[in-house]
């Protein structure tokens, strides 16, 4: 079974540009959560969606960080205009009601902003 | 408020070795969820364990097992007889929300196993 896929792998751009990053979770679970992973920070978890739907987004850093799930394959985070500070590796992790409380991990997006 | 502290920032270890990574947590929560994962070079983080607050029996996966103990708030990860495929960054984690596992990441031990 395909795991939790991510696009792009690496986005390289300018400060001011606007970045989309892109998570497909596991098919059948209904929790999507995209954490970020910096040396200064380690892991901090951004957004999480159950069943589409917004939960908590209390680390979202500020306005200029938008995330959204249109269905239940499917989900972007996006960043505009994007920072130098913003440049990380942002993970989207998915996992299903009632399992163990694994994540599944996607290969991450790394971003760096010039 | 939660935290976890790793505060082994990497270690270093020949084939065979045993290794204990360290993990000590804080929460005020009765009921919590400590995790392991594992980062190996390709980047993405894989789980090793679950273990809630009420079952302080230690586990055993193979090469792999897990100390936890209340008294002392830490949750260890012990690698016997360590290969190099062992090598990567492991983070110790914690919950306090079971039904949305919203983790809470320590910074992480390097492992380097040397042939």
């Known amino acids: 079974d395909a795991g939790v896929i991510q696009s792009p792998r690496h986005e390289v751009t300018e400060m001011g540009q606007e970045v989309t990053l892109r998570c497909k979770p596991i098919?059948?679970?209904?929790?999507l959560f995209w954490y970020r992973q910096t040396m200064m920070r380690g892991l901090e978890l951004l957004i999480y969606f159950n069943n589409n739907v917004p939960i908590d987004d209390s680390g979202m850093p500020e306005d200029r960080f938008s995330a959204k799930m249109p269905n239940a394959s499917f989900s972007t985070l996006k960043i505009q205009p994007s920072e130098p500070r913003d440049s990380a590796v942002y993970f989207c992790?998915?996992?299903?009601?009632?399992?163990?409380?694994?994540?599944?991990f996607g290969e991450g997006s790394r971003l760096t902003v010039l | 408020a939660q935290k976890v502290t790793q505060a082994q920032t990497e270690i270093s270890v020949v084939e065979k070795e045993d290794v204990t990574l360290d993990c000590v947590y804080e929460?005020?929560?009765?009921?919590?969820?400590l995790f392991w994962y594992k980062q190996p070079p390709s980047g993405e983080l894989v789980f090793l364990i679950r273990r809630n607050s009420f079952d302080e029996q230690n586990e055993i996966s193979g090469r792999y097992s897990w100390n936890f103990q209340k008294s002392t708030s830490s949750f260890n990860f012990t690698i016997t007889a360590s290969q190099v495929v062992d090598s990567a960054v492991y983070f110790c984690a914690l919950s306090v929300d079971s039904w949305t596992d919203k983790l809470i990441f320590g910074t992480g031990t390097r492992l380097q196993v040397f042939p």
């Open positions: 098919s059948g679970h209904d929790y």
């Open positions: 929460t005020r929560d009765t009921t919590y969820y």
């Open positions: 992790a998915s996992r299903g009601t009632g399992s163990t409380g694994e994540l599944f």
